[in-house]
């Protein structure tokens, strides 16, 4: 009913800048909160980068002042501006949200299948 696509991931060397992206589609009557997590080899996951309807942002201290999260609510469409990429940086991302489907029925939340990042020279 609802999916979460990303793109945008790749391969970059450090200090270089990725863009990420997120679409929602399906039966959307609305979105709430959405996220970026992400998880490197061996790790757990981590939560990136947050950002309400309300427009609260939240990151994690490691990506803080390099990151940027925003939304284009139009195209139901979560981005991930990332700057000054490290090597520690190297993870798949994965996008997050809670979306309602019709006035009738409470949030849920819905994961996207992720895109890998690898910061390497």
């Known amino acids: 009913q609802v999916q979460l696509v990303e793109s945008g991931g790749g391969l970059v060397q450090p200090g270089g800048s990725l863009r990420l992206s997120c679409v929602a589609s399906g039966t959307i009557f609305s979105i709430s909160d959405m996220r970026w997590y992400r998880q490197a080899p061996g790790k757990q996951r981590e939560l990136v980068a947050g950002?309400?309807?309300?427009?609260?942002?939240n990151y994690a201290d490691s990506v803080k002042g390099r990151f940027t999260i925003s939304r284009d609510n139009a195209k139901n469409t979560l981005y991930l501006q990332m700057n000054s990429l490290k090597p520690e940086d190297t993870a798949v991302y994965s996008c997050?949200?809670?979306?309602?489907?019709?006035?009738?029925?409470?949030?849920?939340?819905?994961w996207g299948q992720g895109t890998q990042v690898t910061v390497s020279s």
């Open positions: 997050n949200a809670e979306v309602r489907l019709s006035v009738r029925v409470r949030y849920e939340n819905y």
């Open positions: 950002l309400s309807s309300g427009g609260r942002t």
